[in-house]
C-alpha cells in the first residue's frame, strides 16, 4: 500500500517534470515554427518603409508588438471584422496554434527601433493631447498591456491612416472607436508625430528615414 503511494508520488512528480520540460521546449518551438510560417509575411512585415501599391501609408511593424495583440488582430482579418482584402487572404489559412507561433516569433523580435523623424512641433503638440491615450498604450506608446498594442516607434503614416480608418469607421473597435471620434485631423496628424518619434521597441530593419 505505502510502496504504491510511493510510486504514485513518484510517478506524478516525474510527470510534472515532464510538463515543465515539455513548456519550455514547446515556447521555443513556438518561435521556431513562427519563424517558419512567416516568410510571406516578411516580404512585407519585414521591409522597410513599404507601402501597398495605391495606399499612402507604410506597412505597420510588427516585430516586438505585443504576441496578444497580434494574435487578436489576425483574428480580425480571419474572421473579416477587420477589413483589409491581403490580410484577410493571409490570415484565412492560419490556425489558432500557427497564430501562437507566428505572435511569439515576431513579439520576441529584438527592438532595432529607429523612430520616425517627424516635425518636432507637431510630435509637442501630439504629447499635448496624448494623456487620454496613455492609460492604455503607455505614456510614450510602449505600454505593457499586452492587450493594447504598441504605438512607439510605428511608422507615422500608418498611424495617421489607422485614426482616421477608426474615426470613418473603416476600422471597428469599440474602444477606439470612441477614442478617435472626436480627433480633429490637425490632432491626428500630431498624436502620430508623437508616437512614432519614442523609441519603443517596434522594429523593421533600417526604418530611420521612412514615415
Ligand atoms: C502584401 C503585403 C503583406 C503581407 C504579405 C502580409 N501583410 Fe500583414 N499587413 C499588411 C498591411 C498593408 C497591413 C495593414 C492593413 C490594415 O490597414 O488593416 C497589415 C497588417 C498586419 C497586422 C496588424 C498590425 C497592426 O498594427 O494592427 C498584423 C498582425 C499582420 N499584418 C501580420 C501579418 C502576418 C502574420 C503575415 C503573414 C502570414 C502578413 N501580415 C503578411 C501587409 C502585408
Ligand atoms: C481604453 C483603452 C484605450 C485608449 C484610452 C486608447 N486606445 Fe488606442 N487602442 C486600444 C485598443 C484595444 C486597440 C486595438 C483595437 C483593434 O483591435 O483595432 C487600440 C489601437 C490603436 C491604434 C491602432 C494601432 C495598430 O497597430 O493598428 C492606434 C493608432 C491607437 N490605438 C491610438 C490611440 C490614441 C492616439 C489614443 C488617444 C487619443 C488611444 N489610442 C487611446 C485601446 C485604447
Redesign the pocket.
Given at each position: 500500500m505505502l510502496k504504491n503511494i510511493r510510486k504514485t508520488i513518484v510517478s506524478a512528480a516525474a510527470l510534472v517534470a515532464a510538463s515543465l520540460l515539455s513548456i519550455q521546449a514547446v515556447s521555443a518551438a513556438d518561435a521556431i515554427n513562427g519563424e517558419k510560417?512567416?516568410q510571406?509575411?516578411l516580404?512585407?512585415?519585414g521591409a522597410p518603409g513599404?507601402r501597398?501599391p495605391g495606399?499612402v501609408?507604410a506597412?505597420?511593424m510588427?516585430g516586438g508588438?505585443h504576441s496578444e495583440?497580434?494574435v487578436s488582430?489576425?483574428k480580425a482579418?480571419k474572421d473579416k471584422t477587420?477589413?483589409?482584402k491581403?490580410?484577410q487572404a493571409?490570415?484565412s489559412n492560419?490556425s489558432d496554434e500557427n497564430m501562437a507561433d507566428?505572435a511569439a516569433f515576431?513579439s520576441q523580435m529584438e527592438g532595432n527601433s529607429r523612430p520616425s523623424l517627424v516635425s518636432a512641433a507637431k510630435a509637442k503638440m501630439g504629447e499635448k493631447v496624448s494623456a487620454s491615450c496613455a492609460t492604455c498604450h503607455g505614456k510614450i506608446g510602449d505600454g505593457d498591456q499586452t492587450s493594447f498594442?504598441k504605438l512607439a516607434g510605428?511608422y507615422e503614416s500608418?498611424l495617421v491612416?489607422?485614426l482616421k480608418?477608426y474615426r470613418s469607421g473603416d476600422?471597428n473597435n469599440i474602444i477606439m472607436s470612441g477614442q478617435a471620434t472626436n480627433l480633429s485631423i490637425g490632432e491626428i496628424e500630431a498624436l502620430s508625430a508623437w508616437f512614432s518619434s519614442q523609441k519603443g521597441g517596434l522594429s523593421a530593419p533600417e526604418t530611420k528615414i521612412f514615415k
Open positions: 510560417l512567416s510571406t509575411c516580404g512585407c512585415h513599404l501597398n495606399t501609408y506597412i505597420p510588427i508588438q495583440y497580434i488582430a489576425l482579418y477587420r477589413s483589409h491581403t490580410m493571409q490570415a492560419l507566428i515576431f498594442p510605428q500608418y491612416q489607422a480608418d476600422r
